[in-house]
């Protein structure tokens, strides 16, 4: 239960972020070419935002198994040999995020303690960057989830989207239905 609402709310969070961004550039666009000025906080959000979304869209990525991935020499090996390199990578991966939730921690208590703003919108320059920590959190949830999986035997390691066999696949579907 608690993970339905979490995948519903990062997806929503996603689409919003994703929309108020378009909208956003599309106003400082007309703005500054049509009217012929800028309004100066808007880029800065837009490059948090644009932060925000690509953390939240790293974990629902790795969620949807949409990652692109090289797994040529992997797919060389048994299925349980397959499970062996999966459990090293999704582990090496929990480590980075460990490491980078310590060190975005580490930098967020700074910035609090230093009390700064952002450079053209007044609020704490920590809640901005706070996404470091939020997002390598979601994404270690989900180098967990995938990493049980496959300790499980449910997954032989990350999925990825195959861009070849997918290409073939909707080729052939065409010429069926030419045919």
């Not at 999925?159 to 065409?174: G, Y």
Request: with cysteine.
């Amino acid at each position: 239960m608690f993970m339905r609402i979490l995948n519903r709310m990062e997806e929503g969070f996603i689409a919003l972020l994703l929309v108020t961004m378009t909208l956003l550039v599309f106003i400082e666009v007309v703005d500054r070419f049509v009217l012929g000025h800028g309004i100066l906080w808007m880029e800065e959000l837009t490059l948090h935002l644009s932060a925000w979304m690509v953390l939240f869209g790293a974990s629902w990525v790795l969620k949807q198994g949409a990652h692109i991935g090289v797994d040529a020499f992997v797919k060389l090996f048994s299925t349980p040999t397959q499970r062996v390199f999966g459990v090293i990578a999704a582990g090496g991966s929990l480590l980075y995020c460990a490491l980078i939730i310590y060190g975005g921690w580490v930098y967020l208590a700074k910035l609090v303690k230093i009390g700064i703003e952002l450079e053209d919108i007044p609020i704490p320059k920590w809640m901005a960057h706070s996404i470091l920590v939020i997002g390598m959190a979601l994404l270690g949830l989900r180098l967990a989830q995938l990493l049980w999986r496959i300790v499980k035997g449910e997954e032989t390691g990350f999925r990825h989207v195959d861009e070849a066999e997918e290409a073939l696949e909707d080729l052939s579907h065409e010429k069926q239905e030419e045919t």
